[in-house]
C-alpha cells in the first residue's frame, strides 16, 4: 500500500507529466519546421521560413549570430522572447533616454522606435513609463481603431535623491511618472525632453528615460536612476491575432485557422480572431489534430469519479460508473454503486439510444438553431447600433428612404461577392472599403469599420442622417448604412480615380498631375470645408483633412471624404473639447496642446495639403534629412529664407504661373499659423484661391484692377 507521502508524490509526477505535456503540444509548429529559436518556443502560426508560418505577419527571423540564436520579428532587430497562443508576444523594445553634463549641455539622446504594424501593443499589459528628476516622457503611435495618431506623455519630477527613498514600487510623478495606453496603438515613437537640461539634479540624475514596457516587469525605486543607464531594452507586450475579420465572418471562408476540436473567439479591442482548444482537450488550435484530448482519469483532480478504475475517458469529456458521494450506510463511495458491468451495459444502452435521437433530429435542430441564432444576432446588432434609434429620427425629421437607405446585411454581402478580396479598393487602421455593385447596377463603395465606440451611437446616427442630406458635388456622397452587422457597414458612391495622395506622391513624376489641376483640386477642396463649416445646417469639423481623404473621379474633380472622425458644432459653441485624433504630420499644433477643436483646425490641416501640392512630399518622412522630416516645418524655414523654390515640385515650377504659386504658398503659410485666431477662415481660403484661378484664366482682368486693390485677394503678403 502507497504511503500518503508517496500518494502525494504520485500525483504531483502526473500532474507534472501533464503540465509537460501540455507544454510540448501548446509549442508545436508545422511538421517538419524548427519548434524552437534559442530558448523560445515558435508555435504555429508562426514559423521561421514561408513554409512554416500562416503568412509573413507571423514570420520570425532566427538570428544565428548570437549565442543561442535570436528569434526576431520579420525586417527587423525586434527581439522575441516568447510567444502565447493566447494571442500575446513578449519582445524586448528600446528604453529612451537624454544625458546632460552638469552645465546642461546635451551628451546623449536616444529615442526608441517600433515599427511592428502586424500587431497591437498590449493595453492591459504594458505603461508608459517615465523615470527622471527632469523628464517628459512622450509617446507618438497610430490608432488601429479609428485609423488616426496618438500623442501623450507625462512628467516626473524631484528635486533631491531623498524624496525618492521611501518610493519603492510607486510611480506617481516623483522620480517616476506611468500612464495607461489605449487599446489599438501600433508603430511607437518615444522619445523623452527634460525642461531645465537636468541642471538642478546633474550630481545624482543626469539621464532621463522613457519606456513602454509590461507593468509587471517593471518596479521603480531610488535604484532605478543608476539601473536604466545599464539597460538597453526591456519586455513590451504585442497582441496578435489572426487576419482582420470576426470569428462569424472569417468562419465560413475557406482560409478559417481553427482546427479540430477547437473554437474561436473574438478579443476584446483588437481587429481579428483567436482561436483555442474545447474544454477537454490541449494543445495547438491552428494544427490539424493540434488539440489533443486530455485523459482525465489519468489524475483524480480532474475527474469527480470514486477511482481511476471507475472512470471513462471519453473525447474531451469523461464519465463514471460510479459518482463520489455516499452509501447509504455513510460510506464515501456512489449513492447505490452497482457493479461496473450493469454500469457499462446501461451507458451502453443509454448512449445507443442518444445516437438514435441525434441521427433522426441533428439535422433538423441545427437548421433551426443556425437560423434563429442569425436572426437574434442581426436584431442584437441593429439594435447595439442604434437601428430603432435612426428609424425613429427618419420619421421625426420625414426623410426619405430615397435619401439615406438602410441596406441589409445580405444585399451589401451580395454586392460585394461576400466581401471577397479582390473587391477591396482601399485599407487602413479604420477599417477596409470594398467596391461593390448593387442589384440596380449602381457602383458603390462599401466602408467596413473595424470596430465602434457604444457610447457614440446617438452621435453617429445623427452624422449618418447629416451628412446623407449633404447635397455638394465636392463631397463623396453617402447613400446610406447597414446595421444588422457587429460593426455598422457605410455605403458611399462609388469614386474612381483614387486619392489626391495616390497622384501628388506617385514614384513617376510624369504621370503626376499639373499645377492647373492642382489649383483647382485645392479650390474645390476649399469650398466643401467652407461649405461644411458654415453653409450646412449644423457646422461640421472634418478633423482628418489630408490628401489620402480628397477622392478624384476621371475628371479629377475633388471629392471630400471619410467623416468618420467628424464632429457636429452646435450652434451655442465655438470650440469642442475631445480626444485628440487625426494624422501625424497634419495635427493642428494647438489643438494638440489644448484639446479644445474648432473650425481652424481643419484650416491647418487644409494648409498642409497646400504644401503637399506645392511640393509633392509627404507630411512626414522619417527616412529624409532631419530638417526635411516634418514637411510643414521645412516649408515654413524656407518661406522665411525666400527660397520656396528649392522645395517646390519641379513640374509645378516649370508648368505653373511663378507668381500664381507664390501666392498660394503665401495662402498656406497663414494656414499653419501656431494660433487659430491668427489664421483665415475656410471661406475666405476658399474665395481667395478661387480668385487666383480665376485671374489666371481672364489675364484681361489686371488691365482693369491693380492688383493690390483686387477684392477678391483678400491678403497681402506678409
Not at 482582420?244 to 465572418?249: I, L
Not at 482560409?255 to 482561436?275: F, H, L, M, W
Request: glycine share 8%; hydrophobic share 35%; proline share 3%.
Amino acid at each position: 500500500m502507497a504511503t500518503g507521502g508517496g500518494i502525494i508524490r504520485s500525483i504531483l509526477f502526473s500532474w507534472a507529466l501533464f503540465l509537460a505535456a501540455a507544454a510540448v503540444a501548446a509549442s508545436q509548429a508545422l511538421p517538419g519546421c524548427q519548434d524552437k529559436c534559442g530558448e523560445v518556443s515558435i508555435p504555429f502560426p508562426f514559423g521561421s521560413t514561408p513554409s512554416c508560418y500562416l503568412n509573413e505577419n507571423f514570420a520570425i527571423t532566427c538570428n544565428h549570430s548570437f549565442s543561442p540564436p535570436r528569434p526576431q520579428l520579420l525586417g527587423s532587430d525586434v527581439v522575441v522572447t516568447n510567444i502565447s497562443l493566447e494571442g500575446q508576444l513578449e519582445m524586448l523594445n528600446y528604453v529612451a533616454q537624454d544625458c546632460y553634463d552638469p552645465d546642461g549641455t546635451l551628451v546623449m539622446w536616444i529615442n526608441s522606435v517600433l515599427w511592428a504594424d502586424m500587431f497591437t501593443i498590449s493595453n492591459d499589459k504594458n505603461k508608459l513609463t517615465g523615470v527622471g528628476c527632469d523628464t517628459e516622457a512622450i509617446i507618438t503611435a497610430e490608432r488601429e481603431d479609428i485609423g488616426s495618431g496618438y500623442f501623450t506623455g507625462c512628467i516626473s519630477y524631484c528635486d533631491k535623491m531623498e524624496t525618492t527613498l521611501d518610493l519603492n514600487g510607486s510611480c506617481s510623478g516623483i522620480g517616476c511618472c506611468q500612464i495607461s495606453i489605449p487599446s489599438g496603438l501600433k508603430n511607437l515613437n518615444i522619445s523623452v525632453t527634460s525642461f531645465n537640461n537636468h541642471t538642478n539634479v546633474s550630481d545624482f540624475n543626469p539621464c532621463g528615460y522613457a519606456f513602454v514596457t509590461d507593468e509587471s516587469k517593471f518596479s521603480f525605486s531610488f535604484k532605478s536612476f543608476e539601473e536604466l543607464a545599464n539597460v538597453e531594452s526591456l519586455p513590451l507586450v504585442l497582441d496578435w491575432a489572426i487576419g482582420n475579420e470576426t470569428c462569424m465572418v472569417a468562419e465560413p471562408k475557406s482560409g478559417y485557422a481553427c482546427k479540430e476540436n477547437s473554437i474561436c473567439y473574438d478579443p476584446v479591442n483588437r481587429s481579428g480572431y483567436i482561436c483555442k482548444c474545447k474544454d477537454g482537450y490541449y494543445g495547438n488550435p491552428y494544427l490539424h489534430n493540434g488539440c489533443q484530448d486530455i485523459d482525465e482519469c489519468k489524475d483524480s483532480s480532474l475527474h469527480n469519479c470514486n477511482s481511476e478504475r471507475d472512470c471513462v475517458n471519453t473525447m474531451g469529456n469523461y464519465t463514471c460508473s460510479c459518482s463520489k458521494g455516499f452509501h447509504g450506510d455513510g460510506r464515501k463511495g456512489g449513492i447505490g454503486c452497482i457493479p461496473n458491468v450493469i454500469n457499462v451495459i446501461g451507458i451502453c444502452i443509454i448512449s445507443g439510444l442518444t445516437v438514435l435521437v441525434f441521427i433522426v433530429g441533428s439535422s433538423w435542430l441545427l437548421f433551426i438553431h443556425k437560423k434563429r441564432r442569425l436572426i437574434k444576432m442581426k436584431k442584437k446588432f441593429f439594435r447595439q447600433n442604434g437601428g430603432f434609434l435612426l428609424q425613429q429620427e427618419l420619421n421625426e425629421r420625414q426623410v426619405s428612404t430615397e435619401t439615406v437607405k438602410i441596406f441589409t446585411a445580405e444585399e451589401l454581402q451580395k454586392a460585394t461577392k461576400n466581401y471577397d478580396e479582390s473587391q477591396i479598393i482601399g485599407k487602413g487602421g479604420f477599417g477596409t472599403v470594398y467596391k461593390g455593385m448593387l442589384k440596380k447596377g449602381t457602383k458603390v463603395a462599401i466602408k467596413k469599420s473595424k470596430v465602434v465606440d457604444q457610447s457614440q451611437i446617438k452621435q453617429f446616427i445623427n452624422e449618418v442622417i447629416i451628412l446623407s442630406q449633404i447635397n455638394h458635388r465636392n463631397v463623396v456622397k453617402l447613400l446610406g448604412c447597414c446595421l444588422e452587422t457587429e460593426v455598422p457597414l457605410l455605403v458611399y458612391e462609388f469614386v474612381s480615380n483614387g486619392t489626391l495622395s495616390d497622384h501628388i506622391h506617385c514614384e513617376n513624376k510624369d504621370r503626376s498631375i499639373s499645377w492647373e489641376i492642382r489649383l483647382r483640386i485645392a479650390t474645390e477642396s476649399a469650398q466643401v470645408l467652407s461649405y461644411l463649416h458654415s453653409a450646412a445646417s449644423t457646422p461640421i469639423i472634418h478633423r482628418d483633412v489630408k490628401p489620402a481623404n480628397i477622392l478624384l473621379d476621371n475628371n479629377y474633380t475633388a471629392k471630400v471624404s471619410d467623416f468618420g472622425a467628424s464632429r457636429l458644432v452646435p450652434l451655442d459653441q465655438t470650440q469642442l473639447s475631445t480626444l485628440v485624433q487625426g494624422t501625424l504630420g497634419y495635427l493642428d499644433p494647438e489643438y494638440l496642446q489644448t484639446s479644445q477643436m474648432n473650425e481652424k483646425s481643419d484650416v491647418y490641416s487644409f494648409g498642409v495639403v497646400l504644401v503637399e501640392l506645392l511640393t509633392s512630399k509627404m507630411a512626414l518622412t522619417f527616412d529624409a534629412p532631419e530638417e526635411e522630416r516634418n514637411l510643414t516645418n521645412y516649408f515654413l524655414k524656407s518661406m522665411r529664407a525666400g527660397d520656396l523654390f528649392q522645395i517646390v515640385d519641379e513640374k509645378v515650377a516649370k508648368g505653373g504661373d511663378i507668381r500664381q504659386i507664390k501666392q498660394v504658398a503665401e495662402v498656406a503659410k497663414r494656414c499653419l499659423r501656431v494660433k487659430s485666431d491668427e489664421r483665415p477662415t475656410m471661406k475666405e481660403v476658399a474665395i481667395e484661391l478661387e480668385g487666383l484661378r480665376m485671374r489666371h484664366q481672364h489675364p484681361w482682368a489686371e488691365v482693369a484692377v491693380n492688383q493690390e486693390e483686387t477684392p477678391i485677394i483678400m491678403y497681402t503678403s506678409e
